[in-house]
């Protein structure tokens, strides 16, 4: 199959499909607010717990990388930090924060992530969202 373009993709778009859950993130004042729907899984499988990140970004900048495939490159969507805002548990779930509190002043971006998995043992990414 490693060499069958179509057949890994077909492969990737199957596993894209198996689970899904909604996401829906809004900011007002400073406060981020995101809601989750309920964990869908195309083959009923056993219940997935998972961790929600928040990722503040530069959108753009010009790095001093100084070697590597990106020397001398502007580079984009640049992780500053990556902070766990909570543990979700599969259910439909709120959570709210600060978002200057976590975001260094120069950011201009950021990206909600829900990821299953906890912590130190993560897994595939459920769930994301960009604010840009």
Do not use: C
Not at 29 to 54: C, D, M, P
Not at 57 to 73: A, L
Not at 102 to 122: C, E, F, K, M, N
């Amino acid at each position: 199959m490693g060499s069958d373009r179509d057949a890994i993709r077909a492969l990737i778009d199957g596993q894209r499909r198996q689970v899904s859950v909604p996401l829906s993130v809004t900011q007002t004042q400073g406060r981020v607010r995101v809601a989750t729907g309920e964990l869908k899984t195309k083959n009923n499988l056993a219940h997935i717990t998972g961790t929600l990140w928040f990722v503040p970004v530069y959108r753009s900048r010009q790095v001093d990388v100084r070697r590597g495939e990106n020397k001398n490159r502007a580079l984009t969507n640049i992780a500053r930090s990556l902070n766990k805002i909570g543990d979700w548990n599969g259910t439909p779930s709120n959570f709210e924060f600060d978002a200057a509190a976590l975001s260094p002043t120069d950011s201009d971006g950021y990206v909600v992530i829900l990821q299953a998995g906890v912590s130190d043992r993560p897994g595939p990414i459920l769930a994301a969202y960009k604010n840009w």
